[in-house]
């Protein structure tokens, strides 16, 4: 009976072992999944599990979907991530071989950019005479292949051929292309190749080498033609795209005619009598021509100099040996991971502002980015994108190349945040205030709320901050930020600064049920501490592809909770706050500029019985305020004595500006004004000003002080 009864238990919680096993390794598995979504700062799958999700308030969370409602901040930043791909996938690296006119070996490399064996053979298509080998022309796995010509084999001035190279993993030609060595002195097209469609380039007519330099050249005159005429234009105006180089000097005739109709640019270039020729090798000309962003990809645009008469300054002729480059359109574009908002953002910086094009474009799909070397998606490096249709924006929004817009491409502006490439990145300064000046630069408005027109938007739409709750020191409160009189919002993003950090701190930026924009939404929030004397809060908050911008007149977006410091003990402690970089839109795309409502841009702390002032016993030059300013501030000084004052502004050249009080005054505190204006009462430009202070009393003996300060003006 015993043994019967042990049996029994086996049998029944054997099962629940069973069960229990496989719902433990369903945990573990969907645990991987979104751990696999987790970056670390080089930008590769973290595999920690020391990782902890929060709710909106900063609560711990349980794990669940993204449409969670535990998930507010989170929201859409956690997802699955499949593994590595295990079919093999051909990768080519280049796609396009140019031997010029000199070169007779060129190599490319073949590599894997998926899993398992890729199995590959290179063959020529169609055969060419002057292709004499590509070594090797099968194999496995990744490799490179030489590629060897002849020219004594090519019929023509030039050709184009091609390698065919077929794997398991696709298939991938090769462009191979070729012209004659140039006898004599050459002049040359010369461009940069590959190109992409959409993009703007140089060329330029080169004459002689240094091994091979013109000698005595004084004028010359020829033609540049191209092909492809549907794909490609001379940039307009053509006065300003086409011009002369510095080969010849400054003081030259020089004409031009383009007939984009028949791909041929005239042109014509010469010294004026007395002067004599010219030696060696330069520039002669340059045109900026620009490729279409409908362009197939590896369209081949080839230019050649043609119909060439030169002469020396005595007018005989000069022997020229016209060539011909070739230049490659790639049906993409350049896309740097992270930067979504790239062209339309003027700094080409990966902020706040770029989680907006993640929610216009959610959802969307496109081709994946194929990445040199596979892996490196992320990394802060150009890619080539082929441009998704009908919407060439979406391929920025897919930040991280997967082929599709989502929670996903957040982590890449997280990788990337701050970088830049075109701009050195924000460096720490001394001085507190000149910092302050660097993070607030203004983009689509103005800090200090001098108003912009708008952008397909009415004037009225405005931005602004509330207080709420007790400011005094030790005690938190909310700074709300909130929109009024917007309609068809769809995306905001902005940065609040605040100065001095010593009085005030924040310490969380939240969504609150009742947002304007609504619960299902992409959000993001960064606090930047590491500057001298400058908080700088980056928030963006941007609704999803497919619903409709806001309709509501006004309402609040984020809130973001503040701390007063013990320090601000002080009566009527001022902390002051600034907003830069403000960047909306509605459903559409379209760019909505907001006013600044400047009522609550001080934070003023709330404390009684002020500490008793003392009277200062020497000379003293005070700071201005406010500061910086727009358009007046107050200059307050201190003199024991009576004593000769000359009180002076100055720019950052030295330059006097404008000579604020020159006279004699009674012992005490004084102060001046002043409202940006020179001497001349013209109002000056926004920057860094100084005023400086000599005084000097004559009791007998001389005594005599001397102080600058600094002041911004911000308009």
């Known amino acids: 009976m015993i043994k019967y009864k042990q049996w029994l238990g086996i049998l029944l919680v054997f099962p629940l072992l069973l069960i229990n096993w496989g719902i433990a390794s369903a945990q573990s598995s969907t645990n991987f999944k979104i751990k696999k979504s987790v970056l670390d700062q080089s930008g590769a799958p973290s595999q920690s599990s020391q990782y902890k999700v929060r709710d909106a308030v900063g609560q711990p969370a349980p794990l669940g979907l993204a449409s969670s409602p535990n998930f507010k901040e989170a929201a859409g930043f956690f997802a699955a991530i499949a593994g590595p ?9 280049p796609t396009t071989l140019d031997f010029g006119t000199t070169e007779n070996s060129k190599t490319f490399q073949i590599s894997n950019g998926g899993g398992g064996t890729l199995t590959w053979t290179v063959t020529e298509n169609p055969d060419k005479p002057w292709i004499i080998s590509s070594t090797p022309t099968a194999g496995t796995g990744n490799a490179t292949v030489t590629v060897t010509v002849d020219r004594n084999q090519l019929a023509g001035d030039s050709d184009t051929g091609a390698l065919l190279v077929s794997s398991n993993g696709g298939n991938q030609n090769v462009t191979v292309l070729i012209s004659k060595a140039v006898v004599g002195v050459p002049i040359n097209p010369v461009a940069a190749s590959p190109q992409f469609a959409g993009s703007e380039f140089w060329v330029n007519v080169d004459v002689g080498t240094t091994t091979n330099p013109v000698a005595n050249l004084f004028g010359v005159s020829f033609d540049l033609d191209f092909t492809n005429t549907a794909y490609v234009d ?52 340059k045109i900026k021509f620009k490729s279409d962003i409908a362009t197939p990809n590896n369209t081949l645009i080839q230019f050649s100099i043609s119909n060439v008469a030169a002469n020396d300054p005595g007018g005989g002729a000069i022997a020229l040996a016209p060539g011909a480059t070739t230049v490659v359109i790639s049906g993409g574009i350049i896309v740097w991971p992270g930067d979504t908002n790239d062209p339309m953002d ?263 019985s002020p500490p008793p002032k003392t009277t200062p016993t020497e000379f003293a030059l005070y700071q201005c305020h406010p500061n910086p300013f727009n358009p007046t501030t107050t200059i307050q000084f201190y003199l024991p004595a009576v004593a000769e004052v000359n009180l002076k502004v100055f720019d950052l050249q030295g330059r006097q500006v404008r000579n604020l009080l020159n006279s004699t005054n009674s012992a005490g505190l004084h102060e001046v004004a002043w409202n940006g204006r020179d001497d001349a009462g013209q109002a000056v430009a926004s920057g860094i000003y100084f005023y400086r202070l000599e005084a000097v009393v004559k009791d007998g003996e001389r005594h005599s002080f001397l102080a600058v300060k600094k002041m911004i003006l911000m308009k």
């Open 85 to 93: 791909a295990q079919n093999p996938i051909l990768v080519v690296v």
């Open 234 to 285: 001379v940039v307009t105006p053509h006065a300003s795209n086409v011009l002369a180089g510095d080969f010849l000097g400054n003081d030259v005739v020089f004409f031009f005619n383009v007939d984009e109709t028949t791909g041929k640019v005239n042109l014509a270039i010469t010294r004026k009598a007395g002067a004599g020729g010219v030696n060696g090798s330069g520039t002669l000309a």
């Open 346 to 608: 003027p700094l080409n910086v990966v902020n706040q502002a770029d989680v907006l094009p993640i929610g216009l474009h959610w959802g969307k799909t496109g081709p994946k980015r194929t990445c040199h070397p596979p892996g490196q998606e992320m990394m802060w490096l150009p890619h080539t994108a082929t441009p998704w249709m009908p919407d060439k924006n979406a391929t920025y929004a897919d930040a991280n190349g997967d082929g599709v817009v989502n929670q996903a491409d957040v982590l890449v502006i997280g990788l990337n945040w701050s970088k830049t490439h075109t701009l050195q990145s924000l460096t720490n300064v001394a001085d507190g205030e000149s910092e302050l000046l660097q993070l607030a630069t203004p983009i689509l408005s103005k800090i200090t709320g001098q108003e912009s027109p708008a952008l397909g938007q009415s004037d009225t739409a405005m931005i602004k901050l509330k207080f709420n709750g007790s400011m005094n020191p030790g005690q938190h409160f909310y700074i709300d930020v909130w929109v009024k009189h917007v309609t068809d919002l769809f995306g905001l993003s902005y940065e609040l600064l605040y100065s001095p950090k010593i009085y005030m701190s924040t310490d969380s930026v939240k969504m609150e049920p009742n947002n304007i924009l609504g619960n299902d939404l992409i959000f993001f929030s960064m606090a930047d501490t590491t500057h001298k004397d400058t908080v700088k809060l980056s928030v963006a908050i941007s609704k999803k592809f497919g619903q409709s911008g806001v309709t509501a007149d006004s309402g609040l977006v984020t809130r973001i909770r503040a701390y007063m410091l013990p320090t601000a003990i002080i009566d009527q402690s001022q902390t002051r706050l600034w907003f830069a970089n403000i960047f909306a839109n509605d459903p559409n795309g379209n760019q909505i500029q907001f006013k600044i409502d400047t009522t609550n841009l001080k934070c003023v702390t709330r404390v009684a």
